[in-house]
């Protein structure tokens, strides 16, 4: 199957091209059908460019559901069935789309409000200042082995966690409000003749952060909706593939232009460095290498540890009672737990001071990686 393309076509057409269960990721950002009606004006009189492209048209809400769909099964057919599926709307369509994909099949894992940091304002004041959209993220079943990376979500949350705590090493969960500004300046795509190219554009941080988190170096990311091809050139600068339509030829154009001049960044990030698992290690193993020696002390900085001593099988000899080394941290401690990580808490003599037995363990990982480079 080709990868790493834009193409001007039907999006519904060309995901019929596709192979069942063909793609990683998904982001769909689909005409909201916004239903304006006469020009917008600003406070002080001038026109206000919105959302009134032919694209957003549509009759009555039959046509809207059926279109919708129709494009939300061909997702369906096409995404593996361990891929995630991220779709962005406002009021006027997402409540539509969500219940769309329940009778399809999907199975939800978050709605994300974006709060716009600079939204549009309300020009006459009518009502509250619309200063967010929502995204679904979701996937084709509840048994399905999605994609997340926990602590590179947590590598780019700024929205709860100020510039100083975060440089004082301070993380915290991604939560599901993410405070992003939309489009504005030199991001903003316009045409040769300076121009706003398209009134939907989306930032690119909010690319970055749902193709960095929900998806692998490597992997097939498909927007259908291209507008200026956002999706693409983010997944390229992550390291992903990408496929990505619109049946407008100027926008295919200037989208084939921006995502040429887009480069792979290889960083911590791009390849989720902070979700990499370390090698699994036994005890075991560590006493067979002489990173242990059978019958040494475990002790611990605050707490009595007398009569405490390794085993050959990696559990602890507590005054003649084997225990692994997790519940006895934790019978040591006097905490409610069964048991606690014993990495966090054990520690031997070496040369007169205590060294953490997870500092041996990291010891021992990184020899053992040398080893095999």
């Known amino acids: 199957m080709e990868q790493d393309i834009i193409a001007c076509g039907n999006s519904i057409e060309k995901m019929k091209e596709l192979p069942d269960n063909s793609v990683d990721l998904i982001f769909a950002d689909p005409p ?9 004006k600003r406070a002080e009189g001038t026109d206000f460019d919105g959302c009134d492209d032919e694209w957003d048209q549509f ?4 046509d809207y559901e059926r279109f919708t769909h129709e494009w939300l099964d061909e997702c369906y057919r096409v995404l593996k069935d361990d891929g995630s599926f991220w779709v962005i709307g406002s009021m006027q369509c997402i409540y539509t789309i969500g219940a769309i994909m329940q009778e399809i099949g999907f199975w939800f894992i978050n709605d994300v409000i974006w709060h716009k940091k600079n939204p549009t304002p309300n020009f006459m004041g009518t009502r509250l200042n619309n200063s967010h959209e ?15 990376h926990y602590k590179t979500a947590k590598e780019l949350n700024h929205d709860n966690v ?12 991604m939560g599901s409000v993410w405070r992003i500004g939309i489009c504005q300046g030199t991001e903003r795509i316009k045409d040769d003749d300076g121009n706003k190219l398209h009134s939907t ?18 992997d097939l990311v498909l927007d259908p909706f291209g507008g200026t091809f956002t999706t693409a050139a983010i997944a390229k600068r992550l390291g992903r593939h990408y496929l990505s339509w619109d049946m407008d ?8 232009r921006r995502v040429e001049s887009e480069t792979y960044i290889p960083d911590d990030i791009s390849t989720a460095k902070f979700d990499i698992k370390p090698m699994k290690v036994k005890m075991e193993d560590m006493i067979s290498d002489g990173y242990f020696h059978i019958g040494e002390r475990f002790l611990m900085k605050d707490k ?6 390794l085993k050959s099988n990696g559990k602890l000899d507590c005054n003649g009672e084997e225990i692994n080394m997790h519940v006895a941290a934790a019978c040591v401690r006097g905490v409610k737990a069964n048991r606690l990580n014993g990495f966090d808490y054990w520690y031997v003599e070496r040369d007169g001071k205590l060294i953490s037995i997870s500092d041996i363990r990291e010891k ?3 020899d053992k990686k040398q080893l095999t480079d």
Do not use: H
Not at 32 to 40: A, P, Q, T
């Open 32 to 40: 909201y059908w916004m239903r304006i009606e006469g020009v917008l």
């Open 59 to 62: 009759q009555t809400l039959d």
């Open 134 to 148: 929502t995204l679904i993220w979701a996937t084709k079943s509840k048994k399905s082995k999605f994609c997340f």
């Open 162 to 173: 100020s510039d100083d705590e975060f440089a004082a090493g301070k993380r915290k969960q």
């Open 201 to 218: 554009q989306k930032p690119d941080e909010l690319l970055y952060r749902i193709i960095a988190i929900s998806s692998d170096e490597g």
């Open 249 to 256: 030829e100027k926008y295919v154009k200037y989208g084939k």
């Open 304 to 309: 009595n540890t007398d009569g405490i001593t």
């Open 364 to 366: 021992y990982r990184s």
